[in-house]
């Protein structure tokens, strides 16, 4: 019930396209769901995020459109350049242990191409 | 002006030998994580801790003991290396107090065993 699921495992998308990348979890605790970039050989960069009390958020290129009674997220990368190229996580965040913490539950990963 | 640093960024090792990752953050967080990315690169949280007090240790072998000796610092011993303990190691934090759930990374230190 931890888990959040992604897809699609590796998206190939041409310069000025649209990339997507969907995510799916069970826990209705959740609730916080970041979106962060990695490039090879760096650390998860965070991008940008939502809680479950908005359905959109834009940030730029960037869009999460977010689901509440489907339990679903998804990124959307408008007018994709290849210096998108990347990995890309989603994630979604339990706050407990009194408040002290809150974990992150990360989605498997997936590899975008922008081709120019 | 790096927020959260790592060292080394890569260490070899043979299997059986002991070391230690570091993690220093200048973002003034209270809260500090080890997260471990494995060959296909899933991301999966180790440890966490607020204001030096470990919070959460994700059934990690007790091979592998985080320290904090201050709120912005927080290392990883490893004793007995496995082979499976090659992967990349990542340090991240963020300020729980004020109800931010921001969690910022260091650039990782991928460790091999051999």
């Known amino acids: 019930q931890q888990q959040v699921k992604q897809s699609p495992q590796s998206l190939i998308v041409q310069k000025g396209g649209i990339s997507i990348i969907n995510c799916a979890y069970e826990n209705t605790a959740f609730d916080y769901f970041p979106w962060y970039q990695q490039f090879p050989g760096k650390g998860p960069a965070l991008l940008i995020a939502?809680?479950?009390?908005?359905s959109e958020k834009k940030e730029g290129r960037f869009t999460i459109s977010f689901n509440k009674s489907a339990k679903q997220f998804s990124l959307h990368i408008m007018d994709s350049q290849p210096g998108d190229s990347a990995t890309y996580f989603c994630a979604a965040s339990i706050r407990g242990y009194g408040g002290a913490t809150n974990k992150l539950i990360f989605g498997t990963g997936t590899l975008l191409a922008v081709q120019p | 002006d790096t927020a959260v640093s790592q060292t080394p960024k890569y260490l070899v090792t043979q299997m059986g030998n002991d070391k230690s990752i570091k993690c220093e953050q200048n973002l003034g967080h209270d809260t500090m994580y080890w997260y471990k990315q494995d060959s296909k690169k899933f991301l999966k949280i180790m440890f966490s801790?607020?204001?030096?007090?470990?919070?959460i240790n994700e059934t990690v072998p007790n091979r592998f003991s985080p320290k904090s000796p201050d709120k912005a610092h927080l290392n990883l011993h490893i004793n007995s290396l496995e082979l499976g303990d090659s992967a990349v190691y990542f340090c991240?934090?963020?300020?729980?107090?004020?109800?931010?759930?921001?969690?910022?990374f260091g650039p990782g230190t991928r460790l091999t065993v051999t």
């Open positions: 939502i809680r479950p009390d908005v």
């Open positions: 991240a934090s963020s300020q729980v107090i004020t109800g931010s759930y921001e969690q910022y």
């Open positions: 801790y607020n204001n030096k007090e470990l919070i």
